[in-house]
């Protein structure tokens, strides 16, 4: 059965992080999920925009909402901050008829029709576990990892605050531990699992991000990863891209492949590399996929 989805890309995916798109284009279409990438939709304002113009960035939110009531579909999305951005003017409008109605009239002046409050929004990485049987997914699965030690690393923007996701979230969340053990991995528990990745502090605390990023990488490596995945493209730049700056900052080597979950799941359903993107990484996993026998 075919699932369709408003694909809500994000800015990263379309721009640093395209081997992120690929992936998750490649896995979908495997499972027979349909990503309909969302035309008029506009980068979701993030945090900057929610604090500094709270009631225009719901007017954006809800305009990307509208377009996928118009599509007739929720929206999936690959990106942390995305997700809660949206996430969270989702269940604003949701919960308060009265702010809902002043949104749909700033629509009605820019010529936009209200939103009905009908859409969800998914991360596609709920979408594997939640939307898809565990028994389909596990037959695409062609070349398991075999054992390999898979640090799953969340990110904050997909688990807090718990109440305004579709999903599972904070404590709870176990959607990368079960798309590893699925893959034939074993996930990593280490203490950075939960924590930023340092990306929004990147401009304002350049130091700091760096830190953090040795700190989550180094967590997982000490405690037996073999390589990282994030559900998120901007913990992919920071955890991934920036890797090798931190280890500058910090003056140590870390050296933990880091990629996005649908490159790993896309890797394990041996769909091609190039496909997949992993020419792109910072820190190529090829090494430690090669030697369990999935590239």
């Excluded at 996928?68 to 949206?86: F, H, K, P, V, Y």
């Excluded at 989702?90 to 009905?116: C, F, M, Q, T």
């Excluded at 340092?198 to 967590?219: C, I, Y």
Aim: glycine share 8%.
């Amino acid at each position: 059965m075919t699932m369709n989805f408003a694909y809500y890309i994000g800015c990263a995916a379309q721009q640093t992080q395209k081997e992120a798109d690929w992936a998750a284009e490649a896995v979908c279409e495997e499972l027979g999920i349909k990503l309909h990438r969302m035309k008029k939709a506009t980068c979701c304002g993030a945090v900057s925009l929610r604090e500094t113009k709270p009631a225009f960035a719901l007017a954006v939110a809800a305009r990307i909402f509208v377009e996928a009531e118009e599509m007739g579909m929720d929206i999936a999305t690959i990106c942390n901050t995305c997700l809660q951005t949206l996430s969270q003017a989702n269940h604003r409008l949701k919960n308060d008829d009265e702010l809902l109605d002043s949104i749909n009239e700033v629509l009605k002046k820019s010529g936009v029709a209200p939103y009905k409050g009908t859409v969800k929004i998914k991360h596609l990485a709920w979408v594997m576990v939640d939307d898809v049987e565990a028994d389909v997914l596990k037959s695409k699965i062609k070349k398991p990892l075999n054992g390999l030690r898979v640090a799953p690393f969340y990110g904050c923007h997909s688990l807090r605050p718990a109440e305004i996701f579709e999903a599972e979230a904070g404590e709870k969340a176990k959607h990368l531990e079960t798309l590893i053990e699925l893959m034939g991995g074993n996930p990593v528990r280490f203490d950075g699992r939960d924590k930023c990745c340092g990306f929004h502090v990147m401009l304002s605390d350049a130091k700091e991000m760096r830190q953090m990023v040795f700190n989550n990488t180094t967590s997982a490596k000490e405690a037996g990863a073999d390589v990282m995945i994030t559900p998120c493209t901007l913990c992919d730049m920071a955890m991934g891209s920036y890797q090798g700056i931190a280890e500058k900052s910090v003056g140590k080597k870390v050296g933990l492949p880091e990629m996005n979950f649908a490159q790993l799941l896309g890797c394990a359903m041996g769909l091609d590399e190039k496909r997949l993107g992993l020419n792109r990484l910072h820190v190529s996993p090829r090494p430690q996929l090669v030697a369990r026998g999935v590239l």
